[in-house]
């Protein structure tokens, strides 16, 4: 069981718009520590997605956005293509495990 | 071009030791944090701790701790994870990233080792 807890699953037809939520508490998130997104596909490794909360690194779409809020982040997507299909994690610090890093349960993106 | 590059696949038997690699290239290796993440067999991520290898200083998530030991060689620029008696529950993949910051994403990734403990 994460701190950082993530809905098992979401969908999204072609061209539509999905988010993907990661709740947090007052010892991770709330705390002011960033929020970093990654996205695995299948049999690959994980790559990073957005840092800092909304930052997107050089040669990720404008597609994919980030953004937090109080114990929360969210994830959206736009556009959504079929090569969207991926595992999706979010990941912060939290002072309860001395500071160091958890990531979410990981959400599994379907595109219909 | 920065690279991470993994050892490859292990298969052991419970109670034997592993050590595994990752060779940092097209950067100063010294310079970043290297962290080791967990992935069992579909299953989600798992921080399990980080090195910064110009002076040595690791941190190792509580549920890590004492489980494995994370070292690193800056004169030949690779990172280690190792463990003194592998459990079937150790069986998964292993990846390494870089880090910039002490609290900043892991930026480039190798692309994992699969360590399988059966006997």
């Known amino acids: 069981q994460s701190v950082l807890t993530q809905p098992p699953s979401v969908s999204g037809a072609p061209g539509q718009r999905v988010t993907i939520s990661c709740t947090g508490s007052?010892?991770?998130?709330?705390?002011?520590?960033?929020v970093h997104w990654y996205q695995q596909l299948p049999g690959t490794a994980p790559k990073l997605l957005i840092y800092?909360?909304?930052n997107r690194p050089s040669g990720v779409p404008d597609r994919f956005s980030g953004s937090k809020s109080g114990t929360s982040a969210s994830l959206a997507i736009t556009g959504l293509q079929a090569e969207d299909e991926a595992d999706y994690y979010c990941?912060?610090?939290?002072?309860?495990?001395?500071?160091?890093?958890?990531f979410g349960g990981g959400t599994k993106l379907t595109v219909l | 071009e920065v690279q991470l590059v993994q050892s490859g696949a292990e298969v052991k038997k419970p109670g034997e030791s592993l050590k595994i690699s990752c060779k940092g290239s097209?950067?100063?290796?010294?310079?970043?944090?290297i962290g080791w993440v967990r992935q069992m067999p579909g299953k989600g991520l798992e921080w399990m701790g980080i090195?910064?290898?110009?002076?040595?200083?690791?941190r190792y998530s509580p549920s890590f701790q004492g489980q494995v030991t994370i070292s690193a060689d800056k004169s030949i620029s690779t990172a280690y994870l190792q463990w003194s008696s592998l459990k079937a529950s150790d069986t998964a993949m292993y990846y390494c990233?870089?880090?910039?910051?002490?609290?900043?994403?892991?930026?480039?990734w190798g692309q994992g080792t699969l360590v399988t403990v059966s006997s």
């Open positions: 990233a870089r880090q910039s910051g002490r609290y900043l994403p892991f930026d480039y």
């Open positions: 097209g950067y100063s290796f010294t310079s970043y944090w």
């Open positions: 990941q912060s610090y939290d002072s309860s495990l001395s500071g160091e890093g958890v």
């Open positions: 090195i910064y290898p110009g002076d040595s200083d690791t």
């Open positions: 800092g909360n909304s």
């Open positions: 007052s010892s991770n998130i709330g705390a002011g520590y960033d």
